[in-house]
């Protein structure tokens, strides 16, 4: 058997193509030029004898091969640099990087701003991708397309890392002149009596909330769900809807709507927020850093709490 000869610097190609699906993606990741990275891909090409990326319109489009690799070509990447510089020190001042992070909308909303207020004091070459969270399931943490996840649900996956950053409670969220937020207190009847909109972004109509119910022998009609809690708020601002939701991820955006929160009169655990990365990146300088930021950024009290402390500025 004639022996391959092996370039590392094909291995990042690889990685950076099957990052960015296409050769100027690539080029600018890599700081070269389009022609080197196309004569790049013609020697993976030479060197795997498959396409790598073929094109489809004007999209390029991975092969089922690119596809089945793409994991282990972007594991084996990090592993080489970190045996090539195991004592590279980071430096924050120079480190340009964008990391991607698939968090629940309403986390962006409560800690997005100080993650990102943090990360540019920091390190001002780095740049956050928010993306949104997909209606099913997906392995973006496992195929590198995700750096960090931040929701209610912890990994199932072995190789995938997840630790509770913070919890909050459940409480029941309907404008401020809702018949529920006046008079008598609430209770699990009443409760059970109103129409509800639900937060679920696969569309799920019953949940741990119908059960609690049904252990108490009563059901609620749940007429709608929105796939975000931030437009569960616009439903019921002009509604007499309710919403349930994590208290500390909507507190902030109640004043503004005209929206009050009450007490669910359920024993339901909290709700706990969760961050997720993959085992890859367990000793990547870079990313323990960028989760050393947002599990603070997650974990601090809501906005409110320093309501305050800013009256007593403009007082």
């Given at each position: 058997m004639i022996p391959v000869q092996l370039d590392l610097n094909l291995l990042a190609a690889l990685d950076a193509l099957l990052e960015e699906g296409s050769v100027a993606g690539a080029a600018d990741r890599l700081h070269v030029t389009a022609p080197a990275m196309s004569r790049s891909l013609g020697r993976i090409r030479r060197t795997t004898g498959d396409q790598i990326l073929v094109r489809t319109g004007r999209t390029m489009t991975p092969t089922p091969y690119?596809?089945?690799?793409?994991?282990?070509?972007?594991a084996l990447l990090q592993q080489v640099q970190g045996v090539l510089a195991p004592s590279r020190e980071l430096d924050l001042a120079t480190l340009e990087r964008t990391f991607t992070l698939r968090w629940h909308d309403s986390l962006v909303a409560l800690a997005g701003p100080a993650l990102l207020a943090a990360v540019r004091e920091q390190a001002p070459g780095v740049r956050l991708r928010f993306v949104a969270e997909s209606a099913v399931d997906t392995p973006g943490l496992r195929r590198g397309e995700v750096?960090?996840?931040a929701n209610a649900n912890p990994p199932d996956a072995a190789d995938v890392r997840a630790e509770r950053v913070a919890e909050t409670p459940q409480v029941v969220v309907v404008r401020a002149d809702h018949p529920l937020s006046r008079g008598q207190a609430m209770t699990a009847e009443r409760y059970a009596a109103a129409d509800h909109v639900a937060v679920s972004r696969r569309g799920n109509l019953a949940?741990?909330?119908?059960?609690?119910?049904?252990?108490?022998?009563?059901?609620?009609?749940?007429?709608?769900?929105?796939?975000?809690?931030?437009?569960?708020l616009e439903f019921v601002r002009g509604s007499e809807l309710v919403v349930t939701v994590p208290e500390s991820t909507t507190?902030?955006?109640?004043?503004?709507?005209?929206?009050?929160?009450?007490?669910?009169?359920l024993e339901l655990p909290p709700a706990p927020v969760f961050l997720s990365w993959h085992q890859r990146y367990d000793t990547d300088r870079a990313h323990t850093w960028l989760r050393d930021l947002a599990r603070a950024a997650l974990s601090a009290p809501p906005l409110p709490t320093r309501a305050p402390a800013a009256k007593a500025r403009t007082n």
């Open positions: 690119a596809l089945a690799v793409r994991e282990q070509v972007h750096d960090l996840e949940g741990v909330i119908d059960e609690a119910l049904a252990g108490l022998g009563l059901a609620r009609r749940v007429v709608a769900t929105v796939p975000s809690e931030a437009a569960a507190r902030h955006a109640l004043a503004a709507l005209g929206l009050v929160a009450l007490p669910l009169p």
